[in-house]
């Protein structure tokens, strides 16, 4: 079983930046491929970035492509979402995911819900306008 946790999540105006970040507790030695989707009120969960289980491969959405970055850090499932230039339309609940181990990397494959077994509760993110 795997667990995740997010923190970061506030309330910024437009322009503004944020961090988020995740980690995932799980077996001991493994590192995951893992994802961040967002769900904005009344809109469907969607695909904002995935990073490789050793980060040599990121995919991002075309919509915040150039303004966020997704990173590992230096601990075995920690991992970060840096987000610049934050506009209104980037409020929603953000939430990482576990992508399901030996899956091959792809983006039809990281941006696929139904291939993450693992998923932590959210943080909201906010921006003003």
């Known amino acids: 079983q795997v667990q995740l946790q997010e923190s970061g999540g506030g309330l910024v105006q437009a322009g503004g930046s944020l961090k988020l970040s995740c980690t995932a507790s799980g077996r001991a030695g493994i590192r995951y491929a893992m994802s961040w989707f967002r769900q904005a009120p009344g809109k469907e969960r969607e695909f904002v970035s995935a990073?490789?289980?050793?980060?040599?491969?990121?995919y991002y959405a075309n919509s915040v492509k150039g303004r966020f970055t997704f990173s590992r850090g230096n601990t075995e499932n920690t991992v970060y979402l840096q987000m610049n230039s934050l506009r209104p339309e980037d409020s929603a609940v953000y939430s990482c995911a576990v992508l399901s181990p030996g899956l091959p990397l792809s983006m039809s494959t990281m941006t696929g819900q139904h291939n993450y077994p693992y998923w932590g509760q959210g943080t909201q993110v906010t921006v003003s306008s």
């Open positions: 990073i490789s289980w050793n980060g040599a491969e990121t």
